[in-house]
């Protein structure tokens, strides 16, 4: 399967913990975005990379959110001291130059703060 | 007011049946109106795109943007209960990170 994936698929965690999660775009795709997406609401933007640099963060990203793109290959989303406001589908999409808004999106990471 | 309103439903319709789905925006800058399909607890599924005012065909599926409105549409033909998902239009400005900004997505359901 060549599509986008991430890691993990869920994620329990106690609130006050950090958790990381990686995606791995679609070989070819110099683009990467990350987005939040919880209950019963569409998708909402929080970063972008083109390669390597994280070009554009939206202000939903707070300080306890930090993410990397190192060699422009696979990206991580840190969450510092996670809050319960933080349970939500954490997901990812890619795209290329050639396809600019063609965004393919991978299965999501579910997060859940208790 | 948020940018692009789509009502959530949910919707239920017999097979069969032509479904018609629609979203409207606010800023008159967004250049590109995509419709994505989504799972249950899956990542969305990218149906199809469209630059611009215009229609585009894709199989049983029609997408519509009329930019003087502000007003897009998909319509499914012949709804199969493989069709039953959430669909979500996405809107995206030309140029910068082209970052897509969705509506809240209307549940379907097909019966068969």
């Known amino acids: 399967d060549t599509g986008v994936s991430q890691d993990p698929r869920h994620k329990i965690t106690k609130r006050g913990q950090n958790v990381t999660f990686r995606c791995d775009p679609i070989s070819e795709h110099n683009r990467l975005y990350w987005y939040r997406q919880t209950l019963g609401q569409g998708p909402e933007f929080l970063t972008y990379?083109?390669?390597?640099?994280?070009?554009?963060k939206s202000r939903l990203l707070s300080d306890r959110f930090s993410a990397e793109r190192p060699k422009g290959s696979f990206s991580t989303l840190e969450i510092q001291r996670t809050e319960q406001g933080d349970s939500a589908m954490y997901l990812c999409?890619?795209?290329?130059?050639?396809?600019?808004?063609?965004?393919?999106f991978g299965p999501g990471t579910r997060l859940t703060v208790t | 007011q948020k940018e692009v309103e789509q009502d959530p439903g949910p919707l239920s319709v017999p097979e069969g049946a032509i479904v018609s789905l629609n979203c409207t925006y606010s800023?008159?800058?967004?250049?590109?109106f995509m419709w994505y399909r989504q799972y249950s607890r899956k990542g969305p599924e990218l149906l199809m795109y469209t630059y611009s005012s215009g229609n585009k065909e894709d199989g049983r599926f029609t997408a519509q943007v009329d930019k003087s409105s502000k007003y897009i549409s998909l319509f499914i033909r012949d709804s199969q209960p493989s069709d039953s998902a959430t669909y979500l239009c996405?809107?995206?400005?030309?140029?910068?990170?082209?970052?897509?900004?969705f509506g809240k997505g209307m549940k379907l359901t097909v019966n068969p």
């Open positions: 996405a809107m995206s400005f030309q140029g910068g990170s082209e970052k897509l900004v």
């Open positions: 990379f083109q390669n390597e640099a994280q070009l554009e």
């Open positions: 999409a890619s795209s290329s130059d050639r396809g600019l808004y063609e965004q393919y």
């Open positions: 800023n008159s800058a967004f250049q590109y």
